[in-house]
Each structure stands twice: as C-alpha cells, then as structure tokens.
C-alpha cells in the first residue's frame, strides 16, 4: 500500500478515501472561508450585547486615561504622569515635615542625641540642613555630612526628597576628622 505522505499524516491511500481525504489543511481553508457559515442560526452578535461591550469599552477608557495609554512613546508618558503631578501636587512643597538627625556613632536605640528638625518638602536643600547642624555643632560646614539607607547624601544642591528621605526619617550625621572647629571670640 501506498501512503500518501507528510499531508496523509501516514495514512494509507484506502484509509484516505475512507476518511473523506480531509486533512487538516482543509478543515483551516474550511474555517477561513463563509463557504459553509450557516445564516439560520441568527447573528453573532446582537445589538444588546454590541451595547455591552461599548459601554464596557467607555468606561475601561475612562479608567485608563489618565494612563495616558494612546500615547506610544513611553517617556511621553512619563512626562505627562510628571506634569499632571505637579500640576496638583499630593503634598504642598513647602509644607513643613519632620525628620529625626542623629550621630553617626551613636547607639541603636539611643533617643537622647535625637536632634528634631523639620524641613520643607521638596525646598530644603541637603545643603541648607548642613549649614545648620555645622552651626549648631560649632564646626564647618565642610565638616559635616549626612548619611541615610547607608550612603552620603548628595551633592549638596538636590533636596532632600530628591534622595529619597520623606517624613519621620531618621538621618545621621557625620563629622569628618582632620577639619579645624570654628571658635567664635
């Protein structure tokens, strides 16, 4: 006997005719055409669930637009999530927020050196909050440097939001050996 090949699946000639030579390269042509689409069964789809699915349609886009999911380039995007953002802001930026300074070298747990600051969210630079803890300690300000999450803060123009140090942080204090104390006469 012969086979009819990759198409017959190994299938022999007789076996072919039995099984009405349909492969599966007809049923796929079968699907694709409106050759057998059989109109008595009604439509597909009817107005009320055409409905349906637009309501369902508006209010997925009423969710998303502030996604802003027409826009294709994804730092478009992001720029627009940063202008509506500051645009109405969750926080003012000056609003006062706390924040705990301690030493460096101090012990865990130890709440006596806490040093309680508030700064301006989003204004007060890491700078200002030197200049100031240098002035409290008696030092130069080139002497001090503030540590959080284990890093130096820094440089000195960004904000303290910009490094990540939100309310009720605490952030410590680092006083570099070698820098002369400024004495006041």
């Not at 190994?10 to 055409?33: L, V």
């Not at 802003?68 to 003012?92: F, K, Q, S």
Request: net charge negative; proline share 5%; hydrophobic share 35%.
């Amino acid at each position: 006997m012969a086979t009819d090949g990759a198409r017959g699946g190994g299938a022999t000639a007789t076996d072919a005719k039995k099984n009405d030579g349909r492969t599966i390269w007809s049923y796929r042509d079968e699907c694709q055409t409106w050759r057998n689409y059989d109109a008595s069964k009604g439509l597909r789809y009817t107005r009320e669930s055409i409905d349906a699915m637009t309501r369902a349609h508006e209010s997925f886009g009423e969710l998303t637009k502030d996604l802003d999911m027409d826009i294709d380039d994804p730092g478009e995007r992001a720029l627009n999530i940063l202008r509506r953002e500051r645009a109405d802001p969750t926080r003012p930026p000056d609003e006062p927020t706390p924040l705990r300074l301690k030493p460096f070298d101090a012990s865990p747990g130890d709440e006596t050196c806490v040093v309680k600051y508030t700064f301006r969210n989003e204004l007060t630079t890491i700078g200002e909050v030197v200049e100031e803890l240098a002035e409290m300690l008696g030092l130069m300000p080139c002497a001090v440097s503030l540590v959080h999450a284990g890093r130096e803060l820094g440089p000195l123009e960004h904000t303290l939001t910009d490094c990540g140090v939100c309310a009720n942080y605490v952030v410590y204090w680092r006083v570099k050996n070698g820098i002369a104390v400024v004495t006041t006469a």
